[in-house]
T-cell receptor, first 113, second 113 residues
Framework: DAMVIQNPRYQVTQFGKPVTLSCSQTLNHNVMYWYQQKSSQAPKLLFHYYDKDFNNEADTPDNFQSRRPNTSFCFLDIRSPGLGDAAMYLC????????????FGPGTRLTVT | KQEVTQIPAALSVPEGENLVLNCSFTDSAIYNLQWFRQDPGKGLTSLLLIQSSQREQTSGRLNASLDKSSGRSTLYIAASQPGDSATYLCAVRHGRGNNRLAFGKGNQVVVIP
């Protein structure tokens, strides 16, 4: 059974049109992460939630926002997508920070036209 | 700042050969190290997790070793099969700061039938 679910798997949006990507988990983990991965590059952490506590990475553009309404769900909002935001967006969870394993979802591939 | 390097970026091997993939990291203060598999256009599948106190982990044909003091890990895949063709990513969990995962760019592997 899928433990970290991302919807949609493929998303096409227009330049400047807001888009929301969804992640849900059945693991009841405290921590949820959003990564951006561009072609042939390493995944880059955008931000993470520890429970309701939001932690933004210093170099994450203001264009990227996130919401976590409850333990199971976390959303990535891109307010005004640019062509450079086309990428694979990966959601991950872990029980706690520190030495706990991260579990990844299948990703959402975002195309900006 | 933790830096993770995977060399070579790409390699091809004939079916049946053993695969050896190398990962190096600059800061030995880690909680753990994970090896992931990524198929084209897909998310990350966790293969093995090695805690900082461990020297190796095994799962089926896969074996990963960790030498924390020298900042190295090796992933061995025995008797490679065409289905092993994928990109393999190494990631270390920092022991300092906010415990983020630092990824290498991956080894892109092709197993030739």
């Amino acid at each position: 059974d899928a433990m970290v679910i991302q919807n949609p798997r493929y998303q096409v949006t227009q330049f400047g049109k807001p888009v929301t990507l969804s992640c849900s988990q059945t693991l009841n983990h405290n921590v949820m992460y959003w990564y951006q991965q561009k072609s042939s590059q390493a995944p880059k952490l955008l931000f993470h939630y520890y429970d309701k506590d939001f932690n933004n990475e210093a170099d994450t553009p203001d264009n990227f926002q996130s919401r976590r309404p409850n333990t199971s769900f976390c959303f990535l909002d891109i307010r005004s997508p640019g062509l450079g935001d086309a990428a694979m967006y990966l959601c991950a969870t872990s029980r706690e920070t520190g030495a706990y394993e991260q579990y990844f979802g299948p990703g959402t591939r975002l195309t900006v036209t | 700042k933790q830096e993770v390097t995977q060399i070579p970026a790409a390699l091809s091997v004939p079916e049946g050969e053993n695969l050896v993939l190398n990962c190096s990291f600059t800061d030995s203060a880690i909680y753990n190290l994970q090896w992931f598999r990524q198929d084209p256009g897909k998310g990350l599948t966790s293969l093995l997790l090695i805690q900082s106190s461990q020297r190796e982990q095994t799962s089926g044909r896969l074996n990963a070793s960790l030498d924390k003091s020298s900042g190295r890990s090796t992933l061995y895949i025995a008797a490679s099969q065409p289905g092993d063709s994928a990109t393999y990513l190494c990631a270390v969990r920092h022991g300092r700061g906010n415990n983020r995962l630092a990824f290498g760019k991956g080894n892109q592997v092709v197993v030739i039938p």
